[in-house]
């Protein structure tokens, strides 16, 4: 059984929550969110507090419940305080550069890349070599900062790359090593 299918989700102060047919839509102080509820689940919204149930007790419903349960409570998080997720170039040259709705980003190649942001996501330079992005849904700041981060993954050898905030990156010996 599912304990997170069973978790009450609180609703912090100004998030509200409705719920009509099959839709669920989360509305707070920076703004509204709408999630699908699969058919095995049913949604509960009381004044405070919302409940996932599961319509029957197969594992399915019990798996979509927890499933469901998450999406929600990620649903409340992004509506109240909103999800951001730091980037950091590390390497000689490179940077980024934000002008407007467009990230332009120097890794090595021999021509700069250009990414057009998300108008529901907003960027903001830290510096010349790090990056926060930010913004109500949790699953597009995520999506977003892995493609910037696919323009150059870490390197295990000198650890070049585009990283998020953070992250480890295990460093390999190289030739030498195998000797």
């Given at each position: ?17 409705s ?35 599961g ?6 419903a ?43 980003i ?62 480890y990156?295990?460093?390999?010996e ?6």
């Amino acid at each position: 059984m599912s304990r997170i299918g069973n978790r009450k989700i609180a609703m912090p102060n100004g998030v509200s929550a409705s719920v009509e047919g099959n839709k669920i839509t989360v509305k707070g102080s920076k703004g509204t969110l709408t999630q699908e509820v699969n058919s095995l689940v049913e949604v509960v919204v009381n004044e405070n507090t919302i409940e996932t149930k599961g319509i029957n007790n197969t594992k399915e419903a019990n798996i979509v419940t927890g499933t469901m349960n998450s999406l929600i409570n990620n649903m409340v998080i992004g509506v109240s305080e909103g999800f951001s997720k730091g980037l950091e170039a590390v390497g000689v040259g490179y940077r980024f550069q934000v002008s407007g709705n467009k990230i332009n980003i120097s890794a090595g190649f021999s021509h700069p890349v250009v990414i057009e942001v998300p108008t529901d996501l907003k960027v903001e330079q830290v510096s010349n070599t790090e990056i926060t992005i930010s913004g109500i849904d949790k699953q597009k700041v995520a999506e977003f900062a892995a493609n910037i981060r696919k323009v150059r993954e870490p390197e295990p050898y000198k650890g070049k790359g585009i990283r998020y905030k953070g992250e480890y990156v295990r460093r390999k010996e190289g030739k030498k090593a195998a000797k």
